[in-house]
């Protein structure tokens, strides 16, 4: 019987190194065994050892791959790029967090929403880029177990997060243009704080459910994650059982916070163009075209790439590449915290008018309510 298991082992670990499909092996073995089959990396070589029932070994430590196909000698060219990203990223929204600390003007409902998205697309960054830049420029891509389950934590969290955040920045602008009147008495400083705290803490249900199933599962395989961060989908693949029920879940889960949202949030723009065009001055209707179509370009690139990437292994006919998988999660992760600040908060007249103020007073001049300029006597 011992022989049988062993042949049986070789032939699973033979295909595994063969095409790199660890968990589909697995499963045939189990249902053919009813054992449990536990791969652990030394060196970079695995070590394979059959244990009955549940003693098995646990993994430790968790090793993020990144993109397979890219060559070590581009390494330090990608690190460079995430590392400048996300100097870029967070420098951009933390602007916007002190702009808002230091003007009175800006503490109104509407920057306090767009503060909140603000800290969120910073936390997020936070959360993944800096490993992800270790993991090209030093070649450190392990994390331990424990700090893994954390990360797909928060990044499940702030995803979740930036979802109600839109939700609440689509139902501010509705009352703002289709309800002015009403909107001085309905979006006071405290309701949307309040607003805001509410999305900060439910945000955090799902995807803490999601880690505790985690932390009572069996990850007794390889434990290298195809991916560039640790989240459900990479975890899951590692999972030493049958995970269908598990994805169901967790898809489930994901289209319902995505997309419940974005419900409300195509049907606000709809009444808020219906408004619109109601408008007697053409320049208001350009205006607030403008301003829609460019916050519909960037919900468009946080949720339809979504659907795909969660979508595909429900549809057999539509498939990624482990590159092109990774890129596109990297792209409606990261470019839309990149752009935010100028897309919702630098464009807008109240922070454009600050900037000019701050830069006249650097060159020691000041505006007059006439428009003309006047130096500033400084007193000594």
């Not at 968790?62 to 196909?69: K, Q």
């Not at 880029?129 to 891509?141: E, I, V």
């Not at 195809?226 to 059982?241: G, I």
């Not at 990297?330 to 830069?359: D, G, H, M, V």
Request: proline content about 5%; glycine content about 4%; charged content about 10%.
């Amino acid at each position: 019987m011992i022989q049988l298991l062993w042949k049986k082992l070789m032939v699973c670990n033979f295909f595994f190194a063969s095409t790199g499909s660890f968990p589909a092996c697995y499963k045939i073995f189990i249902k053919l065994t009813g054992c449990c089959l536990c791969l652990s990396h030394h060196q970079g070589r695995p070590v394979s050892m059959v244990q009955v029932d549940e003693n098995y070994t646990q993994v430790s430590e968790f090793v993020i791959m990144g993109f397979p196909s890219l060559q070590p000698g581009n390494f330090n060219l990608v690190a460079w790029f995430f590392f400048f990203l996300y100097v870029a990223t967070v420098g951009g929204n933390l602007l916007l967090v002190v702009l808002f600390a230091l003007e009175r003007s800006l503490q109104k409902p509407m920057y306090i929403v767009m503060v909140s998205l603000a800290l969120s697309d910073i936390g997020f960054a936070t959360v993944v880029l800096p490993k992800l830049t270790a993991r090209y420029w030093w070649n450190d891509g392990s994390l331990d177990f424990h700090t893994c389950l954390f990360q797909q934590h928060m990044i499940h969290y702030f995803g979740s997060l930036n979802s109600l955040i839109l939700l609440t920045m689509a139902l501010d602008r509705y009352v703002a243009i289709c309800f002015p009147l009403r909107y001085p008495m309905v979006m006071t400083n405290q309701t949307m704080t309040g607003l805001t705290v509410f999305c900060w803490v439910v945000a955090h249900i799902f995807p803490g459910i999601s880690t505790i199933n985690f932390t009572m599962m069996p990850f007794c395989g390889p434990n290298q994650i195809l991916q560039a961060f640790c989240d459900t989908l990479s975890l899951k693949a590692l999972v030493c059982r049958d995970t269908g029920e598990l994805y169901s879940k967790a898809f489930t889960v994901a289209m319902f916070i995505l997309y419940v949202p974005l419900s409300f949030i195509i049907f606000s723009y709809i009444f808020i163009i219906i408004s619109v065009l109601r408008m007697a001055s053409g320049q208001g209707r350009r205006k607030t075209f403008s301003t829609c179509a460019t916050q519909g370009c960037i919900i468009s690139i946080y949720y339809i790439p979504r659907f795909f990437v969660y979508s595909t292994p429900f549809f057999p006919n539509l498939t990624m590449t482990a590159d092109k998988r990774i890129a596109t999660i990297l792209f409606y992760s990261l470019f839309p915290p990149l752009i935010n600040p100028f897309i919702y908060c630098l464009r807008t007249k109240e922070i454009k008018k600050i900037f000019a103020r701050w830069i006249w007073r650097q060159k020691g001049i000041a505006p007059k309510k006439q428009g003309q300029i006047e130096a500033i006597t400084k007193s000594q």
